[in-house]
C-alpha cells in the first residue's frame, strides 16, 4: 500500500484547507485510515481516522466540529476537510492506513498502522 498526501500549505486562523490521501496498491486489505500530525518538538498525535468504506469517523477532541474526513471511492482517496483552522493546528500531517480490523474507538493508536505517507506541512498563521 502507498499512501501519498497533498494539499498542505500556508492559511490564516479561521481559514480552511482541504488535504488529499491518495491510496495505491493493495487497498482492497485497508480498513481504516488515520490522520495524524505533528508539531515541530512534539508527538505525533491522532487527528481523525474512517474506515475504508467511509462509514465510520473518529475524531480527536481538539478538532472535533472543525474537522471532517470524507472519501472518494472513485478516486481511492480520502480528504481531511479542515476548518476554522487555529495557529495550534499547525503541523506536518500524515496519512496512514491499518490492514487490521480496530476496535471500534481505538483507532486513535499509532501503532496500529502498517503504513504511512511522507506528509504535507500545514501553517497557519495568526
Known sequence: VQLVESGGGLVQAGGSLRLSCAASGRTFSIYTIGWFRQAPGKVR???G??????GRTQYA????????ITR??????????MNSLKPEDTADYYCAADLNISP???TYQRW???YWGQGTQVTVSS
Open 72 to 81: 472518494d471511492s472513485a478516486e481511492n482517496t480520502l480528504y481531511l476537510q
Open 49 to 54: 481516522s474512517s474506515s475504508w468504506s467511509g
Open 112 to 114: 496500529r498502522y502498517d
Open 104 to 106: 471500534t474507538g481505538q
Open 61 to 68: 477532541d481538539s478538532v472535533k466540529g472543525r474537522f471532517t
Open 45 to 47: 498525535e491522532f487527528v
